[in-house]
């Protein structure tokens, strides 16, 4: 939705990890509109025919897995700027398989830092931590220092990962920047990873006229954040030598109840019902009762803001849910 | 040194993974000695003819590695107690190999919790961490509050293994006990694992009339603990509900400068010299600073405090040198 320029990474090598996956692609599209000298690495490649393809011109392709070294080596040497969204998502199924979530995410994320420090220390690494980083009965709005006491696996090898990044810079000179996103919703996401974001599944069954199933009262507050608006932190934090070592939350500052999200996505597609549940025992475990993120240190620091307001977001996909969803 | 009464072990089916190490090898003694039914899971197995082999009549082992999960699915069936000490130890050596102290301490502690949720969810889980999970310019002494920020691979796999613990605790019920262990040293460390501790290893060159090499003026302070009080710390906390749950470090809440340590070895053992160098870069860059751990909360919860003096303890190992040190 936003149109920000970017002529900064004209002609910048950078590489994207994961950048098939829903953050990813939204900031792939934004960095081949900005003229970048783009690498991709992804082991979804390629998407299927006449999907995304065709708008992946010039894009360099390392097919495979971030825990394949050789292949990690080639795609991150000569890059200014890395963003590292490869990885498994998602806070139940981490609990669930724990033992693949460590290989996956903590492996890949050394495997990636390993390929860096020995070919490319120099290189710039923007890294999408989570909220879930956080703990329960966190004081809202939740700062940076707030204290990390994460309810799954899928969090505490995210914070790993932010340990490891600041644990490099420290030994080895490099640089990073944590963005710590909270609830990511907006275009691109794909069918087949459709439980990540919850709005777009919501728009996703409302669409087809189903009941949106909210647990209990859906009393609890999130803070949800168009992923324009998270590509445009990752974008920022890339350039801005003031992030540095940084770790930043990324998110609207506002909260909204669950209840009240998925009565907008109804309103708005004029479709769909709320079906109120009992909590699963499994997402009750890893419920992390209201959040909010006080985002004021990245608007100091970087001068970043969110632009999308969630009622325009949510509109927006559904206007354009035909065309970008289910490609 | 210290002769403690455990009867209450009398009988109990136990497990020490790792059992063979420095603190795993004291931890089995004294298990031993109070005729628990135990268990050592270790790859070392079976140590130099003529050692230890000999005083570990009646244990049941299982050799082999921590991330083998059958074998650990065996070795945790039907414990009560389980110590968790199989690991990789040392914060510079985790720096330069990342990916081999991923594998054997994060993926060996999943693969331990994987098996007793599966067959023995209701076993009390004994773990040491470390005081290497603090950071830099913590206040001191430190309490177990303090900001978590780990200067090498191995404390923030430490963290991710405390973070686990209490994980398992919450979602599938378990019981687990974490102990941040400050210095220790004492009897029975292995030749081969020389560097492990430092006091340890003073009193080896010492013995050899070999220069003990203090970085810079050795003006850091350091905690450190003799091992029988660690031990006596484990044993306790094995068997306390009101550990279950808890984080506590285990030190001895006194400051001593590192000269002032050495110099202590070489006075009680009457050979050996200080001989100032620069800090090396690696070891500088995991340097902590002055480190004193706060030890009040486990003497109020659990009544647990140290009984062996520095000076006593030095002098005590000093003593039975040949006749341990090295078998």
């Excluded at 087949?192 to 599944?201: A, K, L, T």
């Amino acid at each position: 939705m936003t149109q920000r320029d970017w002529a900064a990474y004209s002609g910048k090598p950078v590489l994207v990890t994961g950048g098939l996956g829903f953050i990813g692609f939204n900031l792939v599209r934004a960095l081949q509109a900005a003229g970048a000298q783009l690498g991709v690495l992804s082991r979804s490649w390629p998407p299927r025919p006449g999907s995304v393809e065709s708008i992946l011109g010039g894009v360099s392709f390392f097919k495979g897995d971030i825990r394949d070294s050789a292949l990690v080596d080639e795609a991150v040497t000569g890059r200014d700027v890395i963003f590292h969204l490869a990885g498994k998502s998602g806070p139940v199924a981490s609990n669930a398989s724990p033992l693949e979530d460590l290989d996956v995410n903590s492996r890949g994320m050394l495997t990636l830092l390993e390929s860096c420090r020995t070919l490319n220390p120099g290189a710039k690494i923007v890294f999408p931590s989570s909220r879930l980083v956080y703990g329960a009965n966190t004081e809202m709005p939740a700062t940076e220092a707030a204290p990390t006491a994460p309810l799954s696996i899928y969090g505490i090898h995210k914070r790993a990962a932010e340990e490891y990044l600041l644990l490099y810079q420290r030994l080895h000179g490099m640089r990073a920047t944590i963005l710590r996103i909270t609830n990511p919703y907006g275009p691109f996401q794909r069918p087949d990873q459709n439980r990540y974001g919850i709005i777009n599944w919501f728009i996703h069954e409302a669409m087809h006229d189903r009941p949106l199933t909210v647990y209990g009262k859906g009393a609890q507050l999130r803070d949800y954040i168009h992923v324009d608006d998270a590509v445009d932190a990752m974008l920022t934090a890339g350039l801005a030598p003031e992030a540095e070592g940084m770790i930043f939350n990324v998110g609207s500052g506002r909260g909204v109840s669950f209840l009240e999200m998925a009565e907008h996505v109804i309103r708005s597609a004029g479709r769909g019902r709320v079906k109120h549940i009992e909590w699963p025992s499994d997402a009750a475990l890893v419920e992390t009762g209201d959040f909010i993120a006080d985002i004021s240190l990245i608007a100091e620091r970087l001068g970043w803001k969110p632009a999308v307001r969630l009622e325009a977001g949510i509109e927006d996909v559904i206007a354009r849910y035909g065309k970008i969803f289910e490609s």
